[in-house]
């Protein structure tokens, strides 16, 4: 009979999101996890098996709060700005970055990287959900905004990982959006 755990699964994950966010997957200490989720090391490697299982929990856990909610459920051109205004607003200004650009920093294409099939399919979810909504609102014109904007999204999240601030970067992305409100809405 298994055992009910004596944690908060949800509250653990969120503590070791932000633990694998802030150190990555190498430099999260047992301890850092612990403290982090406020369990036990023994609890979290009876929970999710061992780090790499933890890791891979907190991965499915930021798609849950972060990409889904921001991306996949984006179904309009001001949804997608809203989510890329978001970057310039706590939590994500936390210096910490994006668990999917994080990943592909630390592990590059490897594919055997703990976690590579979600790094895999965070990617393609972003570039996916640009892509579906650019489809839709602006249709053959829509070009390499994708593309484009995909790329601003990372480096915004490589910027945030070095701790500068990203206010400078905000004019850009404004005017990105911009224009594309003008591609969408101007003579066809």
Request: proline share 4%.
């Amino acid at each position: 009979m298994a055992r009910t755990r004596a944690f908060d699964e949800t509250a653990a994950l969120a503590g070791a999101m932000m633990a694998f966010r802030e150190h990555g997957f190498s430099g999260a200490s047992v301890k850092d996890l612990e403290r982090a989720t406020g369990v036990s090391a023994g609890s979290l490697y009876n929970a999710f098996g061992d780090k790499q299982g933890l890791y891979r929990a907190a991965f499915a856990h930021y798609f849950a709060v972060v990409i889904e909610p921001r991306l996949v459920a984006a179904q309009t051109l001001e949804d997608i700005e809203t989510a890329f205004l978001d970057l310039f607003a706590p939590p994500m200004t936390d210096g910490f970055g994006c668990m999917v650009v994080n990943g592909v920093i630390e592990f590059g294409g490897r594919a055997d990287a703990p976690a590579a099939d979600m790094i895999a399919r965070g990617l393609d979810t972003i570039e996916g959900s640009l892509a579906r909504v650019f489809g839709k609102e602006l249709g053959a014109k829509a070009g390499h905004a994708a593309l484009r904007l995909g790329l601003i999204y990372r480096g915004l999240m490589v910027a945030t990982r070095s701790g500068r601030p990203l206010d400078p970067y905000l004019p850009a992305v404004r005017e990105e959006f911009q224009r594309l409100r003008a591609l969408r809405d101007g003579p066809a």
